[in-house]
T-cell receptor
Framework: GAVVSQHPSRVICKSGTSVKIECRSL??????MFWYRQFPKQSLMLMAT?????????EQGVEKDKFLINHASLTLSTLTVTSAHPEDSSFYIC???????????????FGSGTRLTVV | QKEVEQDPGPLSVPEGAIVSLNCTYS??????FMWYRQYSRKGPELLMY????GNKEDGRFTAQVDKSSKYISLFIRDSQPSDSATYLC????????????FGKGNQVVVIP
């Protein structure tokens, strides 16, 4: 089935530094990728939608200059948290939507998540 | 009113019991309905997928969708300790609309 690999699984960084999270579709081409944020015992909050080769669409309230998204190829999207602060500590999850095919009929496959801790 | 409502209250059941979960929604454009299972500190994994109204069964899992009532359910029969996880409902309007709307999730604990 469709597999999405997310890396790293956890990262600890100092306040003020930047962190890059990668999301790769391993066996399908992802025309659209989504980035979510999840706080403990809360649901997934969509941060942004990225389409290959074009700018990401950010949800209301999400700072595009702080959360940089690049979807340069059909298999890779990256989220960079710039000038991270402790309040950015959270669980970040990516999701990829495949082109409609028999291999990925449902479209939405999630990565395993990245736990970011900013100290 | 939120697009998707899911009572986030934790649910504890004894092993072998039936687990019943549900979500309501307000957007009548939703056509695709999903249930995801999420283990602690992991990404969600697709459990059940239903298009439009109807029932779908897969092993011990049954998903029901009633579009007239804007109500979806997930039933887990013969629950096992390994079913202990958070269950999230999700829905979308279709492939022309990429966005998934999620419920808050139910934490389910199956007690041996």
């Amino acid at each position: 089935g469709a597999v999405v690999s997310q890396h790293p699984s956890r990262v600890i960084c100092k306040s003020g530094t930047s962190v890059k999270i990668e999301c790769r579709s391993l066996d399908f081409q992802a025309t659209t990728m989504f980035w979510y944020r999840q706080f403990p015992k809360q649901s997934l909050m969509l941060m942004a939608t990225s389409n290959e080769g074009s700018k990401a669409t950010y949800e209301q309230g999400v700072e595009k200059d702080k959360f940089l998204i690049n979807h340069a190829s059909l298999t890779l999207s990256t989220l960079t948290v710039t000038s991270a602060h402790p309040e950015d500590s959270s669980f970040y999850i990516c999701s990829a939507r495949a082109q409609l095919s028999a291999r990925a009929p449902y479209g939405y496959t999630f990565g395993s998540g990245t736990r970011l801790t900013v100290v | 009113q939120k697009e998707v409502e899911q009572d986030p209250g934790p649910l504890s059941v004894p092993e072998g019991a039936i687990v019943s979960l549900n979500c309501t929604y307000s957007n009548s454009a939703f056509q695709y309905f999903m249930w995801y299972r999420q283990y602690s500190r992991k990404g969600p994994e697709l459990l059940m997928y239903t298009y439009s109204s109807g029932n779908k069964e897969d092993g011990r899992f049954t998903a029901q969708v009633d579009k007239s009532s804007k109500y979806i359910s997930l039933f887990i029969r013969d629950s096992q300790p390994s079913d202990s996880a958070t269950y999230l409902c999700a829905m979308s309007a279709g492939y022309g609309n990429n966005r998934l709307a999620f419920g808050k999730g139910n934490q389910v604990v199956v007690i041996p």
